[in-house]
């Protein structure tokens, strides 16, 4: 990175399909720093899929289990931590994360988040009703929060190696 960091993590944020695992493996493996995705974390901590949590426990119980493995993992020190797209928008979880990491908004438009989302499977929220209407209402209930982020990348649907180098110079 140009700019130091100063060892914090940095803590990649946005809706659904927006890239984060992917642009966050990258910019780990570009800054040299270990690559943690919260989704996973949440689901070895729970021995089971997000599915089964939202399917056996309910959203509230899950979040609960998100909001508690964020905060350990942004006890570890430097790493790029990808978070799923509910997390940033827990308040406690918000604070915290502005207070000891450096948050990136990857912000992309709805067509590039239909495309993207229809691939993997872990989404719960997406699984009844309509998926577009409920990626519009998530879109305005969480873009101004996400706004609050450090800095705010825009995907434009560029290549994931464009917006790594874009994030790497505005370090
Ligand atoms: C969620 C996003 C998912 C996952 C869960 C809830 C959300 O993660 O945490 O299904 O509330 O937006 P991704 O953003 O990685 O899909």
Redesign the pocket.
């Known amino acids: 990175a140009k700019k130091n960091v100063g060892g914090r993590p940095i803590v990649v944020v946005?809706?659904?399909?927006c890239g984060?695992?992917s642009v966050g493996k990258r910019l780990a493996f570009k800054l040299n720093l270990p690559f943690v995705d919260a989704?996973d974390e949440?689901e070895r901590a729970a021995a089971k899929t997000?599915n089964e949590i939202?399917a056996d426990h309910g959203e509230a119980h899950?979040r609960a289990g998100?909001r508690k493995v964020i905060a350990r993992l942004l006890g570890n020190g430097p790493q790029v931590l990808?978070t799923?797209?509910?997390?940033f928008?827990n308040p406690e979880t918000r604070l915290r994360i502005k207070d000891v990491a450096v948050s990136v908004w990857l912000r992309a438009e709805l067509p590039v988040l239909m495309r993207r989302?229809s691939k993997?499977d872990?989404?719960?929220?997406l699984r009844d009703g309509n998926p577009e209407a409920t990626m519009r209402k998530?879109i305005e209930e969480r873009y101004p929060i996400y706004a609050e982020a450090d800095m705010t990348i825009d995907s434009r649907d560029e290549p994931h190696d464009v917006i790594v180098t874009e994030i790497i110079n505005r370090l």
Request: hydrophobic letters at 50%; glycine letters at 20%.
């Open positions: 946005g809706l659904m399909g984060k695992s989704d949440i997000i939202f899950f998100e990808a799923g797209g509910g997390a928008i989302v993997r872990h989404r719960p929220l998530l």
